[in-house]
């Protein structure tokens, strides 16, 4: 585990964490930062709530009115992986990461910058990972040199073309073959007809060597359509890019809301009718809904939770996916540890019952979940917004890395799922493919 502070001065982009309030982005800089990893001991919800209280942010008491104070602590990035949330719902971690690394939790404090004329002026912490590399033979870090953070500068590798505007992206290694992954679906199957679950969701990984700076690359798939959750957090030797468009819980003027996902056709129109029509798509989805319901019911007053909508419609970049709204109140004293235990790992990325189903992603699956499936996104003044991190991507020093999958049930045809995993795959993977 790190604590460290700030240190240095430099011009930067605007922070791009995934909720950040959008007038508050190109004036914040970096207070303080907490890491963490799960072989380093304690409890992740916990240390975050204490570092985050330590700084000034009030989470101990969520439903509380708490304002936002433009001249002083703005908020704080949040990231946790899903082998820590694993780790808080007491069920199995699951294999080893790719991606070691990367922290399990990182937690980024930002303050506003004190009269920054130019509106882009940031502190830089070492750990930070925002320095731009400059292409070979434009100054900068000399070619296979390694940046501040840690990424290599881009050189020609050998077999591979000249790199373009210093990038270079080699061919993706699958973790599983296709036949691979077919069998583990097979396998989730037999668990469902043994009565040993009900659901579970499989997740795949494929990595990529590259030579450059990742981050613009990885900035990119937050454009991405309907990329709710679009952004960036980096450190030394590690970035995520995140284009999740799925709310993990979300807590605003005293409400909890929570947004599954469940359910993917091609964006086309006899797309969505068969989306509609698929029992297995909604049975599939209404499981999850009754677990996120059910999720949500332990931090919330008694009686307040209400499926706002449900098996809504709608389009991430060529797909169609079934999304619903799950709401309650906050309980009385509600703090972000608390919160962060019932919600982790997410319903939708897990199975049900959820115990059971992690108990069958870490026989199951060949590699960890890495930057996936976890949560990233701002906790702030009375505001906490952290998305589930599906389609998304990270770097290492050497790497690129992405992860995709689907849910499980009795009904699923193992061709089909492999197919639906690698066409939400698709397009994180072509804008990681320019630099």
Not at 313 to 333: F, H, I, P, Y
Not at 380 to 388: A, T, V
Not at 413 to 428: F, G, H, N, Y
Request: charged share 20%; aromatic share 4%.
């Amino acid at each position: 585990m790190r604590k460290n502070g700030p240190t240095g001065v430099e011009t930067l982009p605007p922070v791009l964490i995934p909720g950040a309030p959008d007038g508050c982005r190109d004036r914040l800089v970096e207070r303080a930062r907490l890491q963490w990893r799960c072989g380093d001991g304690g409890d992740p919800a916990t240390l975050a709530q204490d570092f985050l209280t330590g700084h000034g942010i009030a989470v101990t008491d969520l439903g509380r009115p708490a304002r936002h104070d433009p001249d002083g602590v703005c908020g704080a990035a949040l990231y946790l992986s899903a082998a820590a949330g694993a780790l808080l719902a007491g069920g199995a971690p699951g294999t080893a990461t790719p991606v070691p690394a990367l922290p399990d939790l990182v937690v980024v404090v930002y303050d506003h910058a004190d009269g920054a004329a130019s509106g882009t002026a940031r502190l830089r912490h070492p750990q930070a990972g925002l320095h731009p590399t400059a292409a070979p033979g434009g100054g900068g870090h000399p070619a296979g040199a390694r940046t501040p953070a840690g990424f290599r500068t881009a050189d020609r590798r050998p077999g591979g073309p000249a790199p373009a505007a210093g990038w270079w992206r080699g061919e993706w290694r699958e973790s599983w073959t296709p036949r691979q992954h077919a069998d583990a679906v097979g396998a989730v199957r037999a668990a469902i007809g043994r009565g040993d679950v009900y659901q579970v969701n499989l997740v795949g990984h494929a990595a990529a060597p590259y030579a450059g700076d990742p981050l613009p690359a990885l900035a990119r798939l937050g454009a991405l359509p309907g990329a709710r959750y679009g952004g960036t957090l980096s450190g030394a030797g590690w970035a995520i890019g995140c284009a999740s468009p799925e709310t993990l819980v979300e807590v605003d003027g005293g409400r909890l809301v929570t947004r599954p996902i469940k359910g993917t056709r091609s964006a086309t129109p006899a797309g969505r009718r068969e989306l509609l029509a698929s029992a297995k798509e909604r049975a599939e989805h209404v499981m999850i809904v009754d677990l996120e319901r059910n999720d949500l019911a332990r931090v919330a007053r008694t009686g307040s939770v209400r499926v706002d909508e449900l098996f809504a419609v709608r389009q991430w970049c060529d797909l169609w996916q079934a999304e619903s709204t799950v709401s309650a109140a906050v309980a009385d004293g509600l703090g972000l540890a608390d919160l962060l235990r019932a919600v982790c790992p997410g319903g939708s990325v897990t199975g049900a019952p959820k115990l059971a189903a992690l108990d069958r992603i870490a026989a199951l699956e060949p590699v960890g979940r890495g930057a996936s499936m976890g949560a990233l996104g701002w906790v702030g003044p009375g505001r906490i917004d952290l998305g589930l991190t599906i389609r998304t991507a990270a770097a290492d020093a050497d790497r690129l890395h992405v992860w995709a999958g689907g849910g499980i049930t009795w009904g699923s045809d193992p061709a089909a799922e492999v197919a639906e995993a690698a066409a939400k795959a698709a397009p994180v993977r072509a804008l990681l493919a320019a630099g």
